[in-house]
């Protein structure tokens, strides 16, 4: 297996070695083409991301029930279904994937203004750090940290709306939705190590705290037990 997925498994195994009955991992979609004529959400996997994504699936422990959601681009669909499907092939059990819109980029209130401020900030990395620091236009981006806390109430209430015994879900969304939490909630920030193709953050809970872990350091809590809040 290529490089390209390598942590997750990592990271997964090292959550669920500890007793993490229920995780969820929000994991960027696999290998994909760049094609300049085209949108950029409407590139699609290629077949060495369809391969690896397979492959994902097929290492993910077989104690494990799997359940699918991802963003509604077809790389992010294509990648939770390969997922669950090489998961399956190889034992396991997989109950649905399903497209969820909390995935996708929908703190991009206007993607054309995002786009040209992306090539005149001279790439992703720079034009998020201006995002988190409050310097692109209220009409073009939602604030990072209304848009990180939306994201993680949808993931954690997927902690709650367990299927079966041990469970895996697979969320599958963009670099630019990992950079985010990373950088808002595990204080990675986003100019340190590149979010590769299937990489991924783990989010579980302990004791009643909500923690979450990347494979670039330790877990750190992102919410207390319920009486605490």
């Known amino acids: 297996m290529s490089a390209y997925g390598e942590s997750t498994i990592d990271l997964l195994h090292r959550v669920l070695d500890a007793g993490v009955e229920h995780a969820v991992v929000l994991m960027r979609h696999s290998a994909r083409e760049f094609a300049p004529d085209r949108h950029d959400l409407v590139n699609p996997l290629t077949e060495e991301g369809r391969r690896l994504a397979r492959e994902l ?4 422990p077989k104690n494990l029930t799997l359940r699918g959601y991802a963003s509604p681009p077809e790389r992010c669909m294509e990648t939770a279904s390969l997922v669950l499907e090489g998961h399956t092939a190889a034992g396991g059990q997989a109950t649905r994937h399903r497209p969820l ?3 996708g980029v929908f703190y991009a209130l206007d993607q054309m203004k995002m786009w ?8 992703l990395i720079p034009y998020l750090q201006n995002w988190i620091s409050g310097q692109v236009p209220g009409d073009t981006m939602m604030p990072a940290d209304i848009a990180a806390g939306l994201i993680l109430r949808v993931l954690t209430d997927k902690l ?5 015994r041990r469970q895996l879900d697979v969320c599958v969304s963009h670099d630019m939705t990992l950079y985010l939490l990373r950088d808002r909630l595990l204080q990675q920030a986003v100019h340190g190590p590149e979010v590769a193709f299937l990489d991924g953050l783990v989010l579980y809970r302990q004791d009643g705290v909500v923690w ?10 992102v919410s207390g037990p319920p009486d605490s809040l």
Do not use: F
Request: avoid cysteine.
């Open 160 to 164: 709650d709306a367990s299927v079966a």
């Open 212 to 221: 979450m872990t990347s494979h670039h350091g330790e877990p750190r809590p």
């Open 57 to 60: 699936g097929g290492r993910l």
């Open 116 to 123: 040209k401020g992306m090539q005149q900030a001279g790439g």
């Open 101 to 103: 819109e909390a995935l």
